[in-house]
């Protein structure tokens, strides 16, 4: 699946990621300004990067509904659950501007808990490490765009 994450003007409260899945078919979603790299590319990023099944872009490609999936109204899965407690983590790690695995661990399962996930295991460090590193450079990327740019990037599952 493509995203074609696009930003818009300075006075805009939100982005757009723009999903385009193997039939063509296309949903959208608004990426909330956060002074961090967008949390729905955090969790591109990091689904493939720590192999998170069944997370919440794994979701949309095959076929789910991002604005569905984000409301309230759904009762998340458990590896969705998972993989937002993931994201969560990793993107304190970057606001921190530094990776701290064992602090990164400490979050996910704070989160997890929160949402009544018991027994996760965090992911490997090495992936873990890799993945932060991922998101930093995207964060790069993304942070240099001017307004109404696009960046585009590949999920793959």
């Not at 608004?30 to 689904?47: F, N, S, Y």
């Not at 661990?105 to 993945?131: F, H, N």
């Amino acid at each position: 699946m493509k995203l074609i994450a696009t930003k818009a003007k300075p006075a805009a409260a939100a982005d757009l990621l723009t999903y385009v899945r193997a039939d063509g078919t296309r949903a959208s979603v608004a990426m909330p300004r956060q002074g961090i790299l967008p949390h729905d590319l955090v969790h591109c990023v990091v689904e493939v990067g720590c192999a998170l099944a069944g997370g919440f872009t794994a979701a949309v490609s095959a076929g789910a509904d991002p604005d569905f999936l984000a409301s309230r109204h759904l009762e998340p899965t458990r590896a969705l659950r998972i993989a937002e407690s993931v994201v969560e983590a990793m993107q304190a790690q970057l606001a921190l501007g530094a990776f701290d695995y064992a602090a990164f661990c400490y979050g996910i399962q704070t989160a997890c808990d929160a949402r009544g996930v018991t027994s996760v295991q965090c992911p490997d460090e090495t992936r873990a490490r890799l993945s932060y590193l991922e998101a930093c450079a995207l964060n790069e990327r993304w942070r240099t765009l001017a307004p109404t740019q696009s960046l585009q990037l590949e999920f793959g599952e």
